[in-house]
């Protein structure tokens, strides 16, 4: 029994040192991608890069901003973000309201969701273009914005999903038993349920969205300028950096660089503000159960 005891009590431990220790790995490649990127791109780093547009020979080590590629990643991940928002949601709802939680249709929904979200960004790109040709449309930021809405689409309704099917089915037919019907049980009841769960899954997608290059690359364009209108070509920080990393001046290289940490600490500054707002929203809640 003392060697079964003690078998079990080692099996426990190195169990735990192994988790220990996948934690500190997966912090510590967090903390080495950021600090490669910040050194790198330290002496390239200032306010004029924040304020100004690209301007002539950007590209070539001179002056000039990214602010027309910040603004551009935002319209397009934060259009396509509300977009797949107000399609995916109605899906979620129509699988686990209205129809049952397991039943064939709502499985064979699920599995189209997982094959969507794994198919690779350069296909939704690829697909985009073949349609922008097809309907004789140039590369646009209503063309990335519709693009990426494809690639949000299943990471929000997969996420939107898993919350859903964790909500009490009391919940549902107490509100159903009390005259609510169907609709307003699931925009009404389910929804305020599910808010910071919802929140998570739309900053998963943004997050991938303003991420995104391969989808964009032939959708969006390129453009030294901010868009005024759905119609012209936009600049996103992903190409961007692409783009100054192809160059042979190490000056602009570590523009790269800059601009890359500018990209962590928008994606940085969202994610805690989401999850701020989603534990007030968990809290605000409970309160009024």
Same mark, same amino acid.
Request: proline letters at 3%.
């Given at each position: 029994m003392n060697i079964r005891k003690d078998r079990r009590f080692f099996e426990e431990k190195l169990i735990k040192g192994i988790m220990r220790f996948c934690a500190l790995l997966l912090a510590g490649l967090l903390i080495l991608i950021v600090t490669t990127i910040a050194v790198k791109g330290f002496s390239a780093l200032n306010l004029s890069m924040l304020v100004n547009t690209a301007k002539g020979g950007f590209y070539l080590g001179k002056e000039g901003g990214i602010l027309h590629a910040i603004i551009g990643s935002f319209c397009i991940a934060g259009g396509a973000t509300c977009l797949a928002f107000f399609i995916s949601t109605p899906i979620v709802l129509y699988i686990n309201v209205y129809r049952k939680k397991r039943s064939k249709l709502a499985e064979l929904i699920r599995f189209a969701f997982n094959v969507l979200w794994g198919i690779p960004s350069i296909v939704y790109g690829a697909f985009g273009f073949t349609c922008m040709l097809f309907l004789g449309l140039k590369a646009s930021l209503l063309a990335g914005i519709l693009v990426i809405t494809l690639v949000e689409i299943p990471i929000l309704a997969r996420g939107i999903d898993e919350v859903v099917q964790h *909500?009490?089915?009391?919940?549902t037919q107490a509100a159903l038993s009390l005259g609510a019907t169907t609709g307003e049980t699931a925009w009404k009841v389910v929804i305020r349920q599910i808010?910071?769960?919802?929140? =998570?899954?739309? &900053? &998963? $997608?943004?997050?991938?969205?303003?991420?995104?290059? $391969?989808? *964009?690359?032939?959708t969006a364009g390129?453009?030294?300028y901010i868009p005024e209108s759905l119609m012209q070509p936009?600049? =996103?920080l992903p190409l961007v950096i692409f783009f100054q990393l192809g160059t042979p001046f190490p000056s602009v290289q570590n523009r790269a660089y800059a601009?890359?940490?500018i990209l962590t600490l928008l994606v940085l500054s969202i994610s805690l503000m989401a999850r701020f707002f989603s534990k007030k929203l968990s809290r605000h809640r409970i309160d009024h159960m």
């Amino acid at each position: 029994m003392n060697i079964r005891k003690d078998r079990r009590f080692f099996e426990e431990k190195l169990i735990k040192g192994i988790m220990r220790f996948c934690a500190l790995l997966l912090a510590g490649l967090l903390i080495l991608i950021v600090t490669t990127i910040a050194v790198k791109g330290f002496s390239a780093l200032n306010l004029s890069m924040l304020v100004n547009t690209a301007k002539g020979g950007f590209y070539l080590g001179k002056e000039g901003g990214i602010l027309h590629a910040i603004i551009g990643s935002f319209c397009i991940a934060g259009g396509a973000t509300c977009l797949a928002f107000f399609i995916s949601t109605p899906i979620v709802l129509y699988i686990n309201v209205y129809r049952k939680k397991r039943s064939k249709l709502a499985e064979l929904i699920r599995f189209a969701f997982n094959v969507l979200w794994g198919i690779p960004s350069i296909v939704y790109g690829a697909f985009g273009f073949t349609c922008m040709l097809f309907l004789g449309l140039k590369a646009s930021l209503l063309a990335g914005i519709l693009v990426i809405t494809l690639v949000e689409i299943p990471i929000l309704a997969r996420g939107i999903d898993e919350v859903v099917q964790h *909500v009490p089915i009391e919940i549902t037919q107490a509100a159903l038993s009390l005259g609510a019907t169907t609709g307003e049980t699931a925009w009404k009841v389910v929804i305020r349920q599910i808010l910071p769960g919802i929140i =998570t899954a739309m &900053l &998963l $997608a943004f997050g991938r969205g303003i991420g995104d290059a $391969a989808a *964009v690359l032939f959708t969006a364009g390129f453009s030294d300028y901010i868009p005024e209108s759905l119609m012209q070509p936009v600049a =996103t920080l992903p190409l961007v950096i692409f783009f100054q990393l192809g160059t042979p001046f190490p000056s602009v290289q570590n523009r790269a660089y800059a601009s890359a940490f500018i990209l962590t600490l928008l994606v940085l500054s969202i994610s805690l503000m989401a999850r701020f707002f989603s534990k007030k929203l968990s809290r605000h809640r409970i309160d009024h159960m």
